[in-house]
T-cell receptor, first 112, second 116 residues
Framework: GNSVTQMEGPVTLSEEAFLTINCTYT??????LFWYVQYPGEGLQLLLK?????DKGSNKGFEATYRKETTSFHLEKGSVQVSDSAVYFC???????????FGTGTSLTVIP | DAGVIQSPRHEVTEMGQEVTLRCKPISGHNSLFWYRQTMMRGLELLIYFNNNVPIDDSGMPEDRFSAKMPNASFSTLKIQPSEPRDSAVYFC??????????????FGPGTRLTVT
């Protein structure tokens, strides 16, 4: 079956530090992969996506590359800001049934 | 365009009362999802609809929960009777499913339900 595993949090970083949040997946067929961000008190917002192997999704300085050989979709940002403090969810969308599979979320706190 | 709209944003009710949460998906989207989010269990899919038809309700916790989608622009999630353990944030999301690929989901702001 399909599933997503992402690194446990919480993660605390100083401003301008490098961020990596790991995400690996198990899927049949050719899934699409996503990162969502949830700011306090808000719903989930799509951050970036990749729909096929070797695709790189990017947005707001965040990047993630769809690695089929390692079944991974790690989120990275070169220099985090306080405003990046949020919970980040990795997700997978399979063709069958249009279902999404979310990871458990990783809480990020960036301190000045 | 307006995003996914949910109402109410906050609901406080007493145990045993009926609660109805409402969702208006993005115009033109044909799939709708109801999720529940708690600290203990994270984000859980409750039910989803394609073209107003319920496809998978295996995530609905028990018979006290029911969901309807009478038309393409409106859905409800009802809890009757409510219990304190139903306290959570309930999200509605919508997406467009064409024939050849799947697309991302767009989330509403959520309804924070507190059952006392």
């Amino acid at each position: 079956g399909n599933s997503v595993t992402q690194m446990e949090g919480p993660v605390t970083l100083s401003e301008e530090a490098f961020l990596t949040i790991n995400c690996t997946y198990t899927a049949t067929g050719y899934p699409s992969l996503f990162w969502y961000v949830q700011y306090p008190g808000e719903g989930l917002q799509l951050l970036l996506k990749a729909t096929k192997a070797d695709d790189k999704g990017s947005n707001k300085g965040f990047e993630a590359t769809y690695r089929k050989e390692t079944t991974s979709f790690h989120l990275e940002k070169g220099s985090v800001q306080v405003s990046d403090s949020a919970v980040y969810f990795c997700a997978l969308s399979g063709w069958t049934g249009n279902q999404f599979y979310f990871g458990t979320g990783t809480s990020l706190t960036v301190i000045p | 365009d307006a995003g996914v709209i949910q109402s109410p944003r906050h609901e406080v009710t007493e145990m045993g009362q009926e609660v109805t949460l409402r969702c208006k998906p993005i115009s033109g989207h044909n799939s709708l999802f109801w999720y529940r989010q708690t600290m203990m269990r994270g984000l859980e899919l409750l039910i989803y609809f394609n073209n107003n038809v319920p496809i998978d309700d295996s995530g609905m916790p028990e018979d006290r929960f029911s969901a309807k989608m009478p038309n393409a622009s409106f859905s409800t999630l009802k809890i009757q009777p409510s219990e304190p353990r139903d306290s959570a944030v309930y999200f509605c999301a919508s997406s467009l499913r064409p024939d050849t690929s799947t697309y991302e989901q767009y989330f509403g702001p959520g309804t924070r339900l507190t059952v006392t």
